[in-house]
């Protein structure tokens, strides 16, 4: 459990900075708006985009792993979508919560963590697990998203309204041209694989630091519907997601025993920061997807444990 508390230490020492930030009004009020604008319009295209240039299609040819993780993913985030528009919830906000369900964090503990217990060959896999995350699924949820709001104007325009909106999404439009590097067989060049991972690698601090003055500029609410809810989602998240990716990977695609359990693994990581970016700039659901990141986060300390002592003793 230490290792893996060296791992999610971060996490929590950065929301506690935005969270201290705010209460000793170190940042302002409108810090949250800025910070937010900033990963959603910089940084996290740029991550994205140098994730998808730097791929190579070679370490991506995992088809039985793709398959894997991404059904596992798919599942409890449109289950998680079907159960919430079932209780009359906006399509936009169920969206957001079937994010939080299926947007693994990949990317801040998830290398980590498999370089750790796993080894080098869970890189590769890990990577195919981030792209299907902060790519395929964080896409869709965005379309899914902006239908569901343009949807309350008459219905002959809503489709060239999200079209127009996804065109102007730097988060979709920056995978889409990133694509293209590797497919045509380019490479980034040096200098400006260094601008992006320097402006990538802001992303995931500054969103968790956002986090912290979310969560510190928010006045304790507490609704038995709420409740309900998070404790829903994060039992998807934690629970069910792994257990359906394990069953996935063990019965039907036959893994070898590294992709199960790097399959497995990236599946019990708890909620990323990809949904509260998106839950705060359109302004929906930010509670609900800020508290789903933080008690995901806490037990997942109790979880991931538990499944890597199971691994490491068999």
């Known amino acids: ?10 996490v929590f020492a950065l929301i506690l900075v935005g969270w201290l930030a705010r209460k000793l009004n170190i940042l302002g009020g409108n810090a ?28 991506l040819a995992q088809p039985a792993f793709i398959a894997t993780f991404s059904i596992g993913m798919m599942v409890v985030f449109f289950l998680t979508m079907l159960v919430q528009l079932r209780r009359t919830r906006h399509l ?7 994010l939080n369900v299926g947007y693994a964090n990949t990317g801040f503990i998830g290398f980590p963590l498999a370089l750790v217990f ?59 041209i990133a694509v293209f590097v590797p497919a045509l067989g380019l490479e980034v060049p ?23 003055l979310f969560l510190a500029s928010q006045p304790p ?7 309900v809810t998070i404790t829903m989602l994060v039992a998807l998240k934690l629970l069910v997601q792994p257990l359906l990716t394990w069953w996935l990977a063990t019965s039907v695609f036959n893994l070898p025993a590294l992709l199960v359990h790097t399959a497995v693994l990236l599946a019990a990581l708890p909620t990323g920061t990809g949904p509260f970016m998106l839950a705060e700039f359109y302004q929906r659901e930010a509670v609900t997807t800020s508290r789903c990141v933080l008690i995901s986060t806490i037990l997942s300390l109790f979880t991931l444990s538990f499944y890597l002592y199971i691994i490491r003793g068999a």
Do not use: Y
């Open 190 to 212: 040096d200098a400006v694989n260094v601008f992006l991972k320097l402006l990538g690698g802001a992303a995931s601090p500054c969103a968790l630091i956002a986090l912290g």
């Open 92 to 98: 936009a906000d169920a969206a957001i919560d079937g």
């Open 118 to 176: 796993l080894g080098h060959g869970s890189l590769a896999p890990t990577l195919i697990a981030t792209i299907l995350t902060v790519s395929v699924l964080f896409g869709i949820g965005i379309v899914i998203i902006e239908t569901g709001l343009q949807g309350e104007v008459r219905r002959h325009i809503i489709l060239g309204r999200v079209l127009k909106s996804l065109l102007r999404n730097p988060l979709l439009v920056s995978p889409v």
């Open 221 to 227: 609410r507490k609704t038995k519907d709420g409740n």
């Open 32 to 59: 949250l708006t800025e910070l937010n604008r900033f990963v959603v319009f910089m940084a996290l295209p740029a991550l994205l985009f140098d994730i998808i240039a730097n791929a190579r299609w070679a370490d």
């Open 1 to 10: 459990m230490f290792a893996t508390l060296n791992v999610v230490l971060p």
